[in-house]
Nanobody, 123 residues
Framework: VQLQASGGGLVQSGGSLRLSCAAS????????MSWFRQAPGQEREFVAG????????DYADFVKDRFAISRDTAKDTIYLQMNSLKPEDTAVYYC?????????????????WGQGTQVTVSS
């Protein structure tokens, strides 16, 4: 499985960005996919995830009502729409494929990772 993340950039506080993660290869079409982020000096943390069907999703408390995850199974791509961005959202954002179909929040339960895309929110 190969994951290609894109869409990061520099945005002012209160702005929006849309991240994309295109998957290719095998062994992911029945698995949940998620976004994580990692700020300098901090551990990688769960942001949002979506089940293989796209029906179920889950979010970290700090992004609820601001971020939305979606999945286009025809394009093998997931998206993360990020609105009302804050400076504390600044991080490298990674997409990942889970080992199972349901959304899980632990990084140890993901076996494929994208290269990351930088999101910087200025105050």
């Amino acid at each position: 499985v190969q994951l290609q993340a894109s869409g990061g950039g520099l945005v002012q506080s209160g702005g929006s960005l849309r991240l994309s993660c295109a998957a290719s290869g095998e062994n992911f079409k029945r698995n949940a996919m998620s976004w994580f982020r990692q700020a300098p000096g901090q551990e990688r943390e769960f942001v949002a995830g979506i089940s293989w069907s796209g029906v179920n999703s889950d979010y970290a408390d700090f992004v609820k009502d601001r971020f939305a995850i979606s999945r286009d199974t025809a394009k093998d791509t997931i998206y993360l729409q990020m609105n009302s961005l804050k400076p504390e959202d600044t991080a490298v954002y990674y997409c990942a494929v889970a080992r199972v179909a349901t959304v899980l929040k632990s990084t140890t339960l993901y076996n494929y990772w994208g290269q990351g895309t930088q999101v910087t929110v200025s105050s």
